[in-house]
C-alpha cells in the first residue's frame, strides 16, 4: 500500500512499514527467518526457515516439527520457536 497524504515518508509507522511489500520499504528487508524451534517430545532444538518446503522432523525422536503451506510453514501443536 502506497504511502498517501499527510504522512511523515522519513518515519513510517512500523504497522505500516509491516505492510507494504518487502521492495517497496524504506529499507528493503525480507520477510523470512530462521528460528529454533524446540521438539515438545525431547527438548531438542532444530533450527527450522520459516518458509520450509518440506516437512521437517526433530532428529532425536522423528516426530513431526513443521508441515509446508503454500507461504510459512506451520508448527506442529505443542512445539516452541524463538527468531534468530
Do not use: W
Request: a positive charge.
Amino acid at each position: 500500500m502506497p504511502y498517501r497524504g499527510n504522512t511523515d515518508l522519513l518515519h513510517p509507522d512500523k504497522a505500516q512499514e509491516a505492510k507494504t511489500h518487502k521492495l517497496k520499504r524504506l529499507v528493503q528487508s525480507p520477510n523470512s527467518f530462521f528460528m529454533d524451534v524446540r521438539c515438545p517430545g525431547c527438548t531438542a532444538i532444530t533450527t527450522v526457515f520459516s518458509h520450509a518446503q518440506t516437512v521437517v522432523q526433530c532428529p532425536g525422536c522423528d516426530t513431526v516439527l513443521c508441515q509446508p503451506t503454500g507461504g510459512k510453514a506451520r508448527l506442529t501443536e505443542g512445539c516452541s520457536f524463538r527468531k534468530r
